[in-house]
């Protein structure tokens, strides 16, 4: 075997094809996006960690806190219209972290943490001011067309308990009737993490210090407000955040658990205990897990890593979608849960978890619950109590002592609805879009990963409504380099989907229809409820227009029934080829979608039947195509290149392969260079491929050059030199024709001789 060809050969064999429910449907790199897709990006010079963001939808803006900045983007492009503002440390405060070991660039400057709506002028910011937390409010104005951004410096105040000191340090917070609530560590070591409530008027609240039944190494990272009934009395505000389980056994190490904790708005603390301290304070354990086979084990993603909370027609019945990796050395992968609130609240009404017991094994406590009962808001819906200050004293103490709930809260369906094994990167974010389709809502979710990439994922109906399962549509790389991506938005109204990571900021349409191809049949096999066929192209889908010709069908994509009246508007790719006997040759056809698999028929001639390519060491298929080795008489004839997905085929292009010897090939070459070929023609007519057999047999070179191609990206022209023809124009092996017959074209003068340089070899 000819040298190249085994290290081909090789290649091939070594080859890792990706797992089967990694591969989404249509993947688009970064260049892609750039060129043909809408994506807009916006970084500033020498500054990192764009860490908050906040999409402010009446303004038209997205206010961005980074390394030093506040920044606020145009909606519609963020690459224009942009206002900075620099909030940098004091130079005291820089000092002091330096002096206390920390690293004066890396770390001793101000990294804004929280971006807040204040009211309608102001927004409240909050920083690390190089570990000197610090806040304040920003006047942004009210109106589109004149956008302002300035720093309030007399209203600058001490930002502990709402911003971390250390930027390593998450910090979730919501702004509720201009009170914040927020999970954060509030001493310099980070060891004190609390829930902590300030601003407004009522007196600030915490969680029990140094307790680990409340909070244990906890990393928080979503908080949300959401009503419990139309009292507001009765509003809650829920903590999204994992910890270190305190329920775990002891013998089998630190085990990692995702929880969910509830407070009440108008918790005040209590009387003669839990002064200034939450005594409504409660918490459940998020499984997200695949259940085992026959009795096994389940598998469990255990580290929650982003919450979205998307609203339904019932403000107090949210669905809320997370995403979760695992902490396992073992089992590696990252999955997508959904959550109703009735399960949540029906968790926080559940027994209380108890340790009891000559092993202090965690139970579920069967004793009286005091009244009124531990986690419920003072008001007149479910007691006469007025404040938390009234609750007498055994309801405070079991409080304080049993902040866990013994069951967990298990997701919609039991088991995920999407997640990804043995792949390289996790899911770190999640927004969701509830998107309206001929055949019902779908939820369309994009799911940020720590390699600068956003999947796009459906949530479809499985075998009834109730049992969905998650389709991956498209894989984007919205960053050019593979950095973690560190916070989303969405922007339903404008379509528009905002991805921050440490490097900067970028942004681009929820739908690229056109992308899916140009057939009726491609753009009902996407299954994007975006987009719909109207009739001569893929185009956005709009549910409150009538067209004749406009189909769609998310929930089953069947192009048989959708576009069976439809003529093909793809005309089939049709390739002639010659292969010289014992050479190899290679039918490059890839389809659009990568979860099509490829089907590949022969025909001896036009008039015979089709049969199925049949596949050993000599033919072998690979992701771009098709490579025969060892060419014989016998492999002349027809190849017909097919698409299969979901039950639909279509074929992709037509290769025409004649196998000729290779006194016939040098026949046949003369008989071109005899016939119209005078003085002064083009020597693109030559023989051209025994310049590659000749530096394939030389000895010396080790396998690579020409036979090694860079790509076999083409979708014109098959990179391997075995395959004959007309040599096209600009061939990047013109030179070594031209260098046999002892005229040099190249622009550019040879290299000058050098004292230290010898006579060049052969093989030079």
């Known amino acids: 075997m000819l040298p190249a060809l085994a290290l081909l050969w090789a290649l091939v064999l070594g080859a890792e094809r990706s797992p089967a429910n990694s591969l989404p449907r249509l993947r688009l790199s970064f260049q892609e996006l750039w060129a043909r897709h809408g994506l807009r990006t916006f970084s500033l010079p020498r500054t990192c960690c764009y860490e908050a963001l906040l999409l402010d939808e009446e303004r038209g803006r997205l206010f961005v806190g980074a390394q030093n900045h506040v920044a606020s983007l145009s909606l519609d492009n ?11 440390a004091p130079v005291e405060w820089r000092e002091e972290c330096n002096w206390a070991g920390k690293d004066i660039s890396a770390e001793c400057v101000n990294f804004v943490k929280l971006l807040h709506p204040y009211n309608r002028t102001h927004l409240y910011v909050c920083g690390t001011g190089a570990f000197h937390p610090v806040c304040g409010f920003l006047e942004v104005g009210y109106r589109m067309e004149e956008p302002m951004l300035k720093l309030v410096v007399n209203s600058l105040e001490d930002g502990k308990g709402k911003s971390p000191y250390d930027p390593k340090h998450r910090a979730a917070s919501v702004l509720v009737g201009q009170e914040l609530y927020s999970g954060v560590a509030t001493d310099l070591m980070g060891r004190d993490f609390t829930i902590f409530r300030s601003l407004g008027r009522r007196p600030n609240l915490r969680t029990e210090q140094h307790d680990s039944r409340w909070l244990n190494e906890p990393t928080f990272v979503k908080v949300f407000w959401i009503p419990e009934s139309e009292n507001p009395d009765d509003d809650k505000i829920y903590f999204f955040f994992r910890e270190v389980a305190v329920e775990g056994n002891p013998g089998l190490g630190r085990a990692s658990v995702s929880r969910i904790g509830q407070i009440c708005r108008n918790d005040l603390g209590g009387q003669r205990s839990l002064v200034n301290k939450w005594t409504t304070f409660l918490k459940a354990r998020l499984v997200c897990s695949v259940p085992g086979v026959d009795g096994a084990s389940d598998s469990v993603f255990d580290e929650l890593r982003d919450v979205f909370l998307l609203p339904t027609k019932d403000r107090r019945s949210p669905l809320l979608y997370a995403v979760f990796s695992t902490s396992s050395n073992v089992f590696q992968g990252s999955a997508v849960c959904v959550y109703s609130m009735n399960d949540v609240r029906r968790a926080f009404l559940g027994p209380f978890a108890h340790k009891e017991g000559p092993n202090y094994q965690w139970v579920s406590y069967q004793g009286r619950v005091p009244y009124p009962r ?15 200050k009234d609750f007498p004293d055994d ?19 039991g088991r995920p609805i999407f997640l990804q094994t043995g792949i390289d990167y996790s899911f770190t974010q999640i927004v969701a879009d509830r998107v309206a389709a001929t055949d019902g809502h779908y939820d369309v979710l994009f799911i940020g990963t720590d390699i600068g990439t956003v999947l796009k994922v459906i949530s479809v109906p499985k075998d009834s409504w109730q049992s969905t399962e998650g389709l991956l549509l498209e894989e984007l790389q919205v960053f050019e380099n593979a950095v973690a991506i560190i916070n989303m938005q969405i922007s339903s109204k404008r379509h528009q989907l905002y991805v921050a990571s440490q490097s900067g900021i970028s942004q681009l349409p929820l739908h690229r229809c056109a992308a899916y ?21 893929c185009t956005r889908y709009l549910p409150n227009t009538k067209r004749r010709y406009r189909r769609q069908d998310v929930r089953n994509g069947d192009p048989n029934i959708l576009c069976s009246g439809d003529p093909p508007r793809q005309t ?48 072998i298929q690979i992701d771009r195509g098709l490579l025969l080795l060892s060419l014989g008489p016998q492999d002349t004839g027809f190849y017909h290149c097919h698409a299969t997905e979901h039950g639909f085929t279509q074929p992709l292009r037509r290769f025409t ?17 005899a016939q119209g070929m005078g003085a002064g023609s083009p020597a693109s007519h030559k023989l051209w491929y025994r310049d590659f057999l000749q530096l394939v047999d030389a000895p010396g070179r080790g396998g690579g050059g020409p ?42 003068p040879p290299d000058p001789p050098r004292a230290d340089r010898g006579p060049r070899s052969a093989t030079q």
């Not at 007149?380 to 109590?385: E, I, L, N, R, S």
């Open 657 to 673: 392969l004649r196998v000729v010897g290779a006194h016939q090939a040098e026949q046949l070459t003369r008989g071109e260079e």
């Open 572 to 619: 089939l790719l049709e390739k002639k080829l010659f292969g010289v006997e014992g050479s190899s040759t290679f039918l490059e056809c890839q389809p659009k979608s990568l979860q099509a698999q490829v089907l590949w028929t022969y025909q001896r001639a036009s008039d015979s039947p089709r049969t199925q390519v049949h596949l050993d060491d000599r033919v």
């Open 395 to 413: 309801v405070i103490q079991f409080a304080r002592n049993h902040p866990l709930m013994y069951n967990p809260i298990l997701p919609v369906g």
């Open 78 to 88: 963020i690459s224009k219209q942009d206002k900075k503002l620099a909030w940098p």
């Open 707 to 748: 036979m090694c191609p860079p790509s076999w990206s083409s979708a014109k022209e098959p990179h391997l030199p075995s395959v004959l023809g007309p040599r096209p124009k600009g061939h990047k092996w013109k030179h070594l024709e031209e260098k046999r017959k002892g005229r040099n074209r190249r622009t550019h």
């Open 517 to 537: 191809g140009r057939a009726c049949a491609e753009c009902c096999l996407a299954r994007d409820p975006y987009c719909a066929w109207d009739g001569a192209a």
């Open 374 to 388: 531990p986690g419920m808001c003072p008001s007149k819906t479910f007691g006469t109590f007025g404040s938390t």
